[in-house]
């Protein structure tokens, strides 16, 4: 199948999949949850009151609120003549937009209340947008920017449709977000709003199923009649989905796009055998079309497509995934991928752990590799090795686990003992705090660390210098054989550095070959032109930064800097 085996939607994800971010996926796919409306309701008015005073100091009480809201009540409907039931609402439901008008009230007493807010409306209108806003679910620093300039009053056509709306059946404090997401469905000319309701009623779509849909999608009454919404919905009804189901598994607290839900319903179909697979894996799985309308999920079949999932492992991996968000799904899986990439496994071998184990591994949160390293105590090699053996052990190393050290392998117990007596040789006394440290310095196998000193004996050193140079700079042991030789020997034999140079100064053979290459070509350079002392000593080359170096040697001489960056070049040191 061309879908699993080459989709053109995901040839790259694999490079792509380590730049997505796991912690905040709001990165290269926005997460389909938003934050929660949260409505005014009685009991948080009767706290605000508490503490809420008119201009005049008397403490708002549920009393006084009562009363303010039907002087409110009296305004909007006897004297703006609005409709009762947008009155109404703008009263009782918008109570920070009663406590502010409260402070602005002079009233000599709480029985003058409702007067006092008559006269003080009669000078001085309020901006009706704020109430109207604040009433139909919005927050004052949501519905700020949305208030018109110059304008203070509702206009007509803005109360024409939101009566279309409220007959439709969408609940007046949910309507704030039609007017955030959709601010054109309230300019409509009359009858044009109930033409697109009646649009979406002539494909049999229900009033109740409508008011949902409108709530959680307001975009769908701008423009044309959406017809990839009406493409999901038969395809749906065709496998015999009803629309009480998508009502209870739609959120409206998420604006979806139904031309991606209708590609992923298109993908599951193709991935299932035949209708009663696919109802039954949506039926189950709802998630896997409606969490951000089924965009992590393409990027889930994407993935395992790349690893080799075929068809059936497919339909199989999502019978099997966890109830939780396909965006976790996703992110955890993607951690278990740049984990094994970490640890250097083959990419055959991640292969064969995703198309065995993705259904486990999509619920859980591995740690970071280098927290696990240090936690299982053990080296890459050795890691992937158990991984490859036993992938379920992983299972073991999630966040909030407490991970325990590998066990001790025979061939580690035998470096262990053998760094232990290439210690005691160095002249460690054995278990003391000196040689536990010496340990932890000394980086390495056991039959590396002699093979290494061996070498630095073999240039000629007496083994009881080289004994204090490595006491003295244990990292230089942790190179390669062939790369501490080669050091030495530019050192020794090309530039012609006795070995007492090395006694003297051990650490030099910790900087890299290229720096040296460099350094020592930049100094022969000055020497040649008169610039530097001939006698400078082998650890003010070396150990110096390359700020300082650039400041007291290579500034000797103007073109000193040109030179260097000539070199760096050559020898390939950025």
Same mark, same amino acid.
Request: charged share 30%.
């Given at each position: 199948?061309?879908?699993?085996?080459?989709?053109?939607?995901?040839?790259?994800?694999?490079?792509?999949?380590?730049?997505?971010?796991?912690?905040?996926?709001?990165?290269?796919?926005?997460?389909?949850?938003?934050?929660?409306?949260?409505? $005014?309701?009685?009991?948080?008015?009767?706290?605000?009151?508490?503490?809420?005073?008119?201009?005049?100091?008397?403490?708002?009480?549920?009393?006084?609120?009562?009363?303010?809201?039907?002087?409110?009540?009296?305004?909007?409907?006897?004297?703006?003549?609005?409709?009762?039931?947008?009155?109404?609402?703008?009263?009782?439901?918008?109570?920070?937009?009663?406590?502010? &008008?409260?402070?602005?009230?002079?009233?000599?007493?709480?029985?003058?209340?409702?007067?006092?807010?008559?006269?003080?409306?009669?000078?001085? %209108?309020?901006?009706?947008?704020? %109430?109207?806003?604040?009433?139909?679910?919005?927050?004052?620093?949501?519905?700020?920017?949305?208030?018109?300039?110059?304008?203070?009053?509702?206009?007509?056509?803005?109360?024409?449709?939101?009566?279309?709306?409220?007959?439709?059946?969408?609940?007046?404090?949910?309507?704030?977000?039609?007017?955030?997401?959709?601010? +054109?469905?309230?300019?409509?000319?009359?009858?044009?709003?109930?033409?697109?309701?009646?649009?979406?009623?002539?494909?049999?779509?229900?009033?109740?199923?409508?008011?949902?849909?409108?709530?959680?999608?307001?975009?769908?009454?701008?423009?044309?009649?959406?017809?990839?919404?009406?493409?999901?919905?038969?395809? &749906?009804?065709?496998?015999?989905?009803?629309?009480?189901?998508?009502?209870?598994?739609?959120?409206?607290?998420?604006?979806?796009?139904?031309?991606?839900?209708?590609?992923?319903?298109? /993908?599951?179909?193709?991935?299932?055998?035949?209708?009663?697979?696919?109802?039954?894996?949506?039926?189950?799985?709802?998630?896997?079309?409606?969490?951000?309308?089924?965009?992590?999920?393409?990027? /889930?079949?994407?993935?395992?497509?790349?690893?080799?999932?075929?068809?059936?492992?497919?339909?199989?991996?999502?019978?099997? &995934?966890?109830?939780?968000?396909?965006?976790?799904?996703?992110?955890?899986?993607?951690?278990?991928?740049?984990? &094994?990439?970490?640890?250097?496994?083959? +990419?055959?071998?991640?292969?064969?752990?995703?198309?065995?184990? =993705?259904?486990?591994?999509?619920?859980?949160?591995?740690?970071?590799?280098?927290?696990?390293?240090?936690?299982?105590?053990?080296?890459?090699?050795?890691?992937?090795?158990?991984?490859?053996?036993?992938?379920?052990?992983?299972?073991?190393?999630?966040?909030?686990?407490?991970?325990? %050290?590998?066990?001790?392998?025979? $061939?580690?117990?035998?470096?262990?003992?053998?760094?232990?007596?290439?210690?005691?040789?160095?002249?460690?006394?054995?278990?003391?705090?000196?040689?536990?440290?010496?340990?932890? =310095?000394?980086?390495?196998?056991? @039959?590396?660390?002699?093979?290494?000193?061996?070498?630095?004996?073999?240039?000629?050193?007496?083994?009881?210098?080289?004994?204090?140079?490595?006491?003295?700079?244990?990292?230089? /042991?942790?190179?390669?054989?062939?790369?501490?030789? $080669?050091?030495?020997?530019?050192?020794?034999?090309?530039?012609?550095?006795?070995? @007492?140079?090395?006694?003297?100064?051990?650490?030099?053979?910790?900087?890299?070959?290229?720096?040296?290459?460099?350094?020592? $070509?930049?100094?022969?350079? /000055?020497?040649?032109?008169?610039?530097?002392?001939?006698?400078?000593?082998?650890?003010?080359?070396?150990?110096?930064?390359?700020?300082?170096?650039?400041?007291?040697?290579?500034?000797?001489? %103007?073109?000193?800097?040109?030179?260097?960056? +000539?070199?760096?070049?050559?020898?390939?040191? +950025?």
């Amino acid at each position: 199948m061309t879908l699993v085996r080459n989709p053109s939607r995901f040839t790259s994800l694999l490079k792509r999949v380590s730049q997505l971010s796991v912690d905040n996926p709001s990165k290269p796919l926005t997460s389909a949850t938003q934050k929660a409306r949260s409505f $005014a309701t009685q009991s948080t008015s009767q706290a605000s009151s508490e503490k809420s005073r008119t201009r005049n100091g008397i403490r708002v009480t549920p009393t006084i609120r009562k009363m303010a809201e039907e002087a409110m009540l009296d305004y909007f409907y006897s004297t703006r003549s609005l409709q009762y039931m947008v009155a109404e609402s703008m009263s009782k439901n918008s109570p920070i937009f009663i406590e502010n &008008l409260l402070k602005k009230v002079n009233c000599v007493s709480a029985s003058d209340i409702n007067q006092s807010i008559t006269k003080h409306l009669r000078f001085h %209108p309020v901006n009706e947008f704020e %109430p109207f806003l604040e009433s139909s679910g919005l927050k004052p620093n949501e519905y700020t920017h949305l208030i018109p300039s110059g304008e203070i009053f509702l206009n007509e056509l803005l109360l024409e449709n939101h009566h279309v709306l409220c007959y439709c059946g969408v609940d007046p404090k949910k309507i704030g977000k039609i007017f955030e997401e959709a601010r +054109d469905v309230f300019g409509y000319e009359t009858g044009v709003l109930a033409s697109k309701i009646k649009a979406y009623e002539d494909f049999g779509f229900s009033r109740l199923f409508l008011s949902k849909l409108i709530a959680c999608c307001p975009r769908m009454l701008v423009g044309d009649t959406d017809m990839e919404l009406v493409k999901v919905m038969e395809m &749906l009804r065709t496998i015999g989905v009803d629309s009480d189901w998508v009502m209870k598994n739609l959120s409206e607290e998420v604006s979806y796009e139904w031309s991606s839900v209708h590609r992923v319903l298109t /993908l599951l179909r193709v991935i299932c055998n035949d209708e009663n697979e696919l109802y039954g894996l949506i039926k189950n799985h709802p998630r896997l079309i409606f969490d951000n309308s089924g965009k992590w999920t393409m990027v /889930l079949v994407g993935f395992e497509t790349k690893l080799g999932l075929s068809r059936r492992e497919l339909y199989s991996l999502f019978l099997k &995934l966890p109830q939780i968000q396909v965006e976790k799904c996703v992110s955890n899986l993607r951690r278990c991928f740049l984990f &094994l990439k970490e640890i250097e496994m083959d +990419d055959d071998e991640i292969r064969k752990v995703f198309r065995s184990h =993705s259904w486990w591994v999509s619920s859980c949160t591995l740690k970071k590799t280098s927290s696990l390293l240090v936690n299982l105590k053990a080296y890459k090699t050795r890691v992937c090795k158990v991984v490859k053996e036993n992938p379920e052990e992983m299972k073991k190393w999630t966040m909030g686990s407490k991970v325990h %050290p590998l066990p001790a392998t025979e $061939a580690y117990l035998d470096s262990k003992a053998m760094k232990t007596q290439f210690l005691l040789d160095l002249g460690y006394e054995e278990d003391s705090e000196a040689m536990e440290r010496a340990g932890k =310095s000394f980086r390495g196998r056991g @039959s590396e660390l002699r093979e290494r000193f061996d070498v630095l004996v073999s240039f000629g050193l007496d083994e009881k210098d080289v004994k204090e140079m490595v006491r003295a700079s244990p990292n230089i /042991l942790t190179q390669a054989s062939d790369v501490l030789g $080669a050091k030495v020997r530019y050192l020794v034999e090309e530039l012609g550095y006795p070995l @007492s140079t090395l006694v003297a100064f051990p650490s030099c053979l910790k900087f890299t070959l290229e720096r040296m290459k460099v350094r020592f $070509a930049m100094f022969s350079w /000055l020497k040649a032109r008169g610039k530097a002392d001939p006698k400078l000593a082998v650890s003010t080359l070396l150990a110096c930064s390359d700020k300082d170096f650039a400041r007291y040697f290579v500034g000797r001489h %103007p073109d000193g800097p040109k030179h260097l960056e +000539d070199l760096k070049r050559k020898h390939h040191l +950025d």
